[in-house]
């Protein structure tokens, strides 16, 4: 029906890839949010915009099909990898307005730790991909530089600079990277001023905010891991100009005032200490998505790209989870329930403001958004997991099954047809339990293998 606001979630691997078509008085908007995956899955997103162009209408001045509005919530790979691998497509679009998180933007004053841990993070995982610990250590850290986004070079040059060029779309005005602070009406894009887009994170003070100026030594830390590795070689190395992964890859090349196996557990642990920070700084990007709420003639739906949490209550000053920060400030938005909720961070255990604790604070938040006893809300996991991946952990079992009480439109897949059993019951959702609707596994109630999405539509 033309006067329902539609909302299609391709199934793009892990990643997030959000259609959205909203009527707006007597035409549409159309919306996307995110494009990307990790592992390569090229034909998914390229069956994707194949299906997102057929649902473009052509711009009356140059022909070009017409995107009112893209979003993208923040710069890893699973969320932006299409803006590299297929750039033509983005270029042959007609697009009105372009948000990136604040996060993105590298000329933000109130993220300058930020950019330089990021910047910190980028070098020693490249460092760690060149030395070799152990498979499993090895495998964690190709698995790590393929989602993040420190080799999305492309990517971030077409959002920051080409598209907004080609589109003559002004910094400031129709290009913005946006925070909660954002003017509202530099986010109104519709005809009918009741309908509007409001950015509830990420905050502008990123580094006060997400690392917490006031906690000295946890930031110094997080420093001193990332530069363990440089000063690991700068001290034994002797003036030696060996490429430090090859001294280390070399069992024999050792410094000669260190015994092997002193040796080996210094390398293992500052390598380890290197790996956390990368670790850390994945979960503070994630931290810096754009979190949309869009109020629709008397709905409401949440987009919550990757945001995290911390099973704590905000604390001034120091690091906190998104979800912590949303709470503090826009518990007013986030008090109430929503009709619609795109579960963040693909259904990771730490992107769902909930705990399996009764009773826990934390689970104030999803409370509220999702009630138990209403069953109103529509909810949708863009998601898939991988065998051979620390990634089988996502998404998350518990989480998807406590969803699956809270909402009618739910799904009885059968995991098992899928994965084995035995290796993976500690993850799978049992055939027999509720979950929300999947990606992944939506094949299972459609028997159609071809159709790559989920639609979710909502009523006035």
Known sequence: MDNELLIRIYDVGLGDCIYIRIPDKNEHRHVLIDCGNIYGKKDLLHGALSDLRDNLLPSENDGLCRLDLLVVTHPHKDHIAAFDLNAVWFENLHISNIWLSVGMDPEHEQAETYNQLHSLAEKKLLDLSQVSLNPAFDGLVRELLGASGYQNKDALDLLREKLPDSNQLQKGESFLFVHDKSPQNKLDIFSDSTTKFRVIA??????????????????????????????????????????????????????????????????????????????????????????????????????????????????????????????????????????????????????????????????????????????????????????????????????????????????????????????????????????????????????????????VKIAP
């Open 202 to 455: 990420p905050v502008k003070d990123i580094d006060g905010e997400y690392l917490g100026r006031a906690d000295e030594e946890i930031l110094t830390s997080l420093v001193n891991n990332a530069q363990g590795l440089a000063d690991l070689h700068n001290e034994y190395s002797h003036g030696d100009s060996k490429d430090l992964a090859d001294q280390w890859s070399d069992p024999i090349n050792h410094p000669q005032n260190i015994s092997n196996r002193d040796f080996r557990r210094l390398r293992s642990r500052m390598m380890n200490n290197a790996l956390a920070f990368v670790l850390k700084e994945g979960e503070l990007v994630n931290n810096t998505s754009v979190v949309l709420l869009l109020e629709w003639r008397g709905k409401r739906l949440l987009f919550t790209g990757d945001a995290q949490f911390r099973k704590r209550r905000y604390q001034k000053g120091k690091r906190n989870g998104s979800w912590n920060v949303m709470w503090h400030y826009h518990r007013d938005l986030l008090n109430q329930p929503v009709d619609f909720l795109k579960v963040g961070h693909h259904g990771s255990h730490n992107a769902t403001p909930w705990v399996p604790e009764e009773g826990h604070e934390i689970n104030d938040i999803l409370d509220s958004l999702v009630p138990m006893d209403e069953k109103k809300t529509k909810v949708v996991v863009s998601t898939a997991r991988y065998k051979a991946s620390s990634y089988r952990t996502i998404p998350d079992k518990l989480l998807m099954m406590e969803l699956g009480k809270r909402i009618e439109d739910v799904r009885d897949y059968n995991e098992s047809v899928e994965y084995d059993t035995a290796e993976f019951e500690d993850y799978i959702v049992p055939a027999d339990q509720a979950q929300p609707p999947r990606t992944d596994l939506e094949y299972q109630i459609t028997n159609n293998p071809e159709q790559n999405y989920i639609n």
